[in-house]
């Protein structure tokens, strides 16, 4: 014969009202915490997904720099270069010897450039602003450096087009210079831009050695879709207002 439930065991009519709602509310936020678990990782899933695609790329882009920087080694001259690998990619490639020397900024026809990346009211205050940046640089301004002096778009966009560390010119911009054999010794800048703006920025220097023609000096790599479509040279040249 079964033991006797103990008579203070047994639930009254009111404590199984109460219980009623109380297994309902642990029900309720148990699913709540399974639906945010299941939202988290489902974010999670999306952030890898878009991480991965965002590498992805980049490794696509820098493959092309790469490929830009052979190809200019059939191209003896000096000129600022710009075309399209498929309709995916545009590339840009810039003799940093050719652009302005940071150095001398001040100088009339320089002071010119600037007007027209940041406007003429303004142009006098940014080359001021360079100056100080290159006195205050350990070595080399960098041009994350001179892009960062004035939110201008324009100035953000093109500053690196016509101002460089590596300038051999003492006046104007792109001024005629001396090819060399396969480039040797030159320092070029080479820009990839794919879809969405994502960019790879590089500076790199020919070499005579076989092995290994050409050395990345700086990279950079990010998302600038409203300043890639800036046609800097025309800009710069005073063709482009």
């Not at 939202?39 to 890898?48: F, I, K």
């Not at 101002?163 to 001396?178: H, K």
């Not at 480039?183 to 831009?193: A, C, D, L, N, S």
């Amino acid at each position: 014969m079964p033991a006797p439930v103990p008579e203070a065991s047994i639930p009254d009519a009111q404590d199984q009202g109460f219980i009623t709602p109380v297994f309902a509310g642990l029900g309720l936020a148990m699913a709540l915490v399974g639906a945010a678990f299941l939202m988290a990782a489902r974010q999670d899933v999306t952030s890898a997904r878009t991480a991965s695609a965002r590498q992805a790329e980049q490794l696509r882009l820098e493959g092309q720099a790469t490929v830009a920087a052979f190809r200019l080694l059939d191209t003896p001259d000096q000129a600022w270069r710009g075309w399209s690998q498929g309709d995916r990619t545009r590339i840009v490639a810039e003799p940093e010897g050719r652009k302005i020397n940071p150095l001398f900024a001040e100088r009339p026809d320089n002071v010119a450039v600037v007007a027209r990346l940041v406007g003429p009211e303004r142009a006098q205050d940014v080359v001021e602003a360079l100056a100080q940046e290159v006195a205050a640089a350990p070595r080399l301004v960098r041009r994350g450096q001179i892009a960062a002096i004035s939110p201008d778009v324009r100035w953000r966009a093109c500053a690196a087009s016509a101002f460089s560390a590596y300038s051999q010119q003492t006046a104007l911009a792109l001024e005629p210079a001396v090819a060399t054999a396969a480039h040797v010794g030159e320092i070029w800048r080479i820009v990839v831009i794919g879809q969405g703006g994502a960019f790879v920025d590089q500076v790199v220097r020919f070499s005579a050695d076989r092995a290994r023609p050409v050395d990345i000096l700086e990279q950079s790599a990010g998302r600038a879709a409203g300043a890639t479509r800036i046609d800097c040279q025309r800009l710069i040249d005073g063709t482009e207002r």
